[in-house]
């Protein structure tokens, strides 16, 4: 590969320096860390072709092993920096199943030899001394004098050290950092909520900071156990700095230690213990917070500090609830959800003004829709509640997020897909925007689009079962059914206790006229998730097409008896009807799912199952009256 290090590259309003590795933006420097600046020089040099992530990486990291994660964080870091919006292509295009391409047009400006002169000169030129005569008795004043120099000399060296030092410090800024949930001492009280809650608390604070990409709660609650060792999380998330804590509450005081470390060496970074009363919880949020931005050489700007310092309640028992709350919603089971919608409202009765809890009710209700609650009755209440949200506080990306999730279930699509893009240009690293901004995507027939959202969730989170699944539906919903089956096979090996992936394996299946492996695939999924009713309406369809009619009806039989522990929507009844050629029942079942406003509504002028519906005039009214 070409390395000129002494020219000068323009694409738009920026200029690269090989020779000074700066990139800056009308004259001002911009703040990249070295590797993601390598990354940058490779591409622009080889402009010209596609290059394939294994290039990169052996580029980049020549006698090292990395993982694959390392590169994706450097590019979702240039394309930050670069200003490119979620999904755009402006400067760094992504090819599927290859690699990247710099595409951005570059102007190069080989650097002259008065340009070098002025690089050097920019440089202070050491001060040539006078040759030495015999001297005189020194004066006072000359004694003063050489005082004065040496002083001037020694400051002169601490500057340069600060200087050097500083420097270094900045080439330091992570790709990501990680809180791990605050693990309880002896004694604690409520231990396992209060330590969440904390980590939760400081990730939304650290989330505000545009420079630092923070992985969210939902990935670092999986590693709460703690016998979880800490390297071993840092390296499955793929991050390089965590931050680790323990917490202790008694009566009304709260001890809680800090510990921020570098991954790579394990070089301890900062760390303080807070010993506080319990109401002053709000003011150790704080510390903590300004505390790894220092320590990180983050340059924090004036809006930079007026977000960590925001408070989003001042009452402490409001405060707890939203705690309580966000502990219950991240269990993700039917008394979890109940418990999470309960604290949340508990929250907001005491402090009316409470933004934070409106957007989880907001999200607590989208969830139990189609799952717990009917649609019908759970989003109006999710929609008011973000709408609530966002009065109170139109910079919370959380509200923004939950009502455009809120928006897409009630069919609303248009606005939806405006408040997907508000809530993404204020956090552009919030992982469930961007998997609620996939689903929304696959839902008006964008699939590649959707695809590539999906791809760019797991570079925030590369270990969540539900984004690598879903990633798997969207090649579903594209017709692409071999990777949706290489996809699922894969999550079924990372996640052996997740049961949605067999339901995308079901429906490839299924879709391939391979009906046993799909009964079989459907009866797993059933076996982890005895509640799944759409792999209930999975094994019904599969037999019905594997020419076993009478195994099929009592399967649906089954399906809608599953009504007395949750809410069976009444789409997948349709579905089953549908497969069993009674197309009547099928459409009166369909109608219902509109009452209802079903979620499945949104796929059926997408989903490839409904190609022959698709033809019926009845059907394609019905697809109309929807809205989608």
Not at 495 to 520: A, I
Not at 582 to 609: C, G, I, M, V
Request: some cysteine; charged content about 25%.
């Amino acid at each position: 590969m070409p390395s000129n290090s002494s020219e000068l590259y323009e694409f738009e309003d920026f200029r690269l320096d090989a020779a000074r590795r700066l990139l800056s933006r009308g004259g001002e420097p911009l703040r990249l860390n070295s590797k993601a600046l390598e990354t940058l020089l490779v591409l622009v040099r080889n402009r010209a072709r596609i290059l394939t992530k294994d290039e990169l990486m052996k580029s980049l990291w020549p006698d090292t092993f990395v993982e694959e994660v390392n590169l994706a964080q450097n590019i979702s870091a240039l394309r930050r920096v670069l200003g490119e919006a979620p999904g755009e292509n402006r400067f760094i295009a992504t090819i599927p199943g290859k690699g990247y391409q710099f595409v951005c047009e570059v102007r190069v400006l080989p650097v002259s030899a008065p340009a070098q002169e002025e690089i050097q000169s920019a440089d202070p030129e050491p001060v040539a001394e006078p040759a030495p005569e015999p001297p005189p008795p020194p004066s006072r004043a000359t004694i003063r004098l050489w005082i004065g120099l040496s002083l001037a000399v020694i400051l002169i060296a601490a500057a340069t050290a600060w200087f050097l030092i500083a420097r270094t410090s900045a080439d330091r800024v992570p790709h990501s950092l990680a809180v791990l949930p605050f693990q309880p001492l002896a004694g604690s009280e409520d231990p396992d909520h209060l330590g969440l809650g904390m980590a939760d608390a400081v990730i939304i604070k650290l989330s505000n900071i545009r420079q630092l990409p923070v992985r969210p709660t939902e990935v670092a609650i999986r590693y709460a156990d703690p016998k979880q060792d800490p390297w071993e999380a840092a390296r499955a998330m793929g991050v390089d700095t965590i931050l680790t804590g323990r917490i202790q509450k008694s009566a009304d005081r709260v001890r809680v230690t800090v510990q921020l470390v570098q991954v790579d060496g394990r070089r301890t970074l900062w760390a303080q213990t807070f010993d506080e009363n319990a109401s002053n919880i709000f003011s150790v949020e704080d510390s903590i917070s300004e505390k790894v931005a220092q320590s990180l050489a983050i340059h924090l700007g004036a809006q930079d500090k007026q977000r960590l310092a925001r408070h989003y309640t001042e009452n402490i028992e409001a405060y707890r609830d939203y705690l309580e709350g966000r502990y219950e919603e991240f269990t993700f089971t039917p008394d979890g959800m109940h418990k999470a919608v309960e604290h949340f409202n508990h929250a907001i009765a005491l402090d009316p003004g409470y933004a934070l809890a409106y957007a989880g009710l907001a999200d607590a209700y989208t969830t139990e829709s189609d799952w717990l609650l009917a649609p019908r009755d759970a989003l109006p209440k999710a929609d008011a509640a973000a709408r609530k949200a966002i009065d109170f506080d139109n910079n919370l990306a959380e509200a923004h997020g939950a009502l455009a999730h809120a928006l897409l279930h009630e069919w609303k699509l248009d606005e939806s897909a405006r408040e997907f893009q508000v809530a993404l240009a204020l956090n552009p690293g919030n992982v469930s925007t961007y998997f609620a901004y996939g689903e929304y995507l696959a839902s008006v027939g964008r699939a590649d689009e959707a695809i590539a959202t999906m791809k760019k969730a797991l570079t925030i989170d590369p270990l969540s079962p539900e984004i690598n699944t879903f990633l798997a539906w969207d090649y579903y919903m594209k017709g692409d059914y071999d990777t949706c089956l290489l996809i699922s096979h894969n999550a079924t090996q990372m996640f052996p206790g997740f049961w949605l992936p067999h339901m995308t394996m079901g429906m490839c299946d299924y879709m391939k006229q391979q009906f046993t492996d799909s009964l079989q695939e459907f009866t797993k999924a059933l076996q982890l998730n005895p509640l799944s009713t759409y792999s209930q309406a999975g094994v019904a369809i599969s037999l019905a097409r594997a020419g076993r009619r009478a195994d099929a009806v009592k399967a649906l039989d089954t399906l809608r008896a599953m009504q007395k522990d949750t809410y069976v929507s009444p789409a997948y009844v349709a579905l089953v009807y549908g497969v069993l050629q009674d197309r009547q029942r099928e459409l009166e079942w369909f109608e219902k799912s509109y009452d209802d406003q079903a979620e499945f509504l949104l796929w059926l002028r997408t989903d490839p199952n409904f190609e022959t519906e698709r033809h019926d005039p009845r059907f394609q009214a019905l697809i109309k009256k929807i809205g989608v």
